[in-house]
């Protein structure tokens, strides 16, 4: 059975940098050795997030890059992925988009920001994954 956990944004570090959430979800997948596919809104969010992943702290290191920009990037345990390009399916999805992630993996990370309007459409992100039989899991971050 896949699983879908919501991470809520609650914390004042990641108030106002939430990607700083989706680089902490990110070490901790790399040091368990899983593959991860981050789905970014679109290239400025994946740009950001790149470019973090390399800053946000200087004793981890996270191989990552974003898809379709070199030919090794089955080896990168982080991918980035924006709308319209072709990566390919991984265990673990961290997703950053506006609709559910509905293909075949075994966990789905949903980051939840802290605006009270923008978690609307995470309750019925919420509902939709429990309808498909989803394991369903709410951390306060």
């Known amino acids: 059975m896949s699983r879908a956990d919501f991470y809520l944004i609650a914390k004042p570090r990641f108030l106002t940098e939430p990607l700083r959430l989706v680089c902490e979800l990110a070490r901790k997948a790399n040091a ?3 593959f991860t596919l981050v789905l970014a809104r679109d290239q400025a969010q994946a740009e950001e997030l790149d470019e973090l992943l390399w800053a946000f702290d200087n004793d ?3 191989p990552h890059q974003i898809a379709g920009e ?3 990037e089955e080896e990168a345990l982080v991918l980035i992925a924006v709308p319209g390009t072709e990566a390919p ?3 673990l999805v961290i997703n950053l988009r506006d609709d559910p992630y ?3 993996c ?3 990370l949903e980051v939840v ?3 009270p309007e923008a978690r609307e459409p995470l309750r019925e992100r919420w509902r939709q ?3 498909l039989g989803f394991e369903l899991n709410k951390y306060d971050m």
């Open 102 to 104: 509905l293909a075949a």
């Open 60 to 62: 981890a290191y996270i």
């Open 70 to 72: 070199d030919m090794d």
């Open 113 to 115: 920001p802290a605006d």
């Open 106 to 108: 075994d966990r789905v």
């Open 129 to 131: 994954y429990k309808a």
């Open 89 to 91: 399916a991984r265990p």
């Open 32 to 34: 368990a050795g899983l």
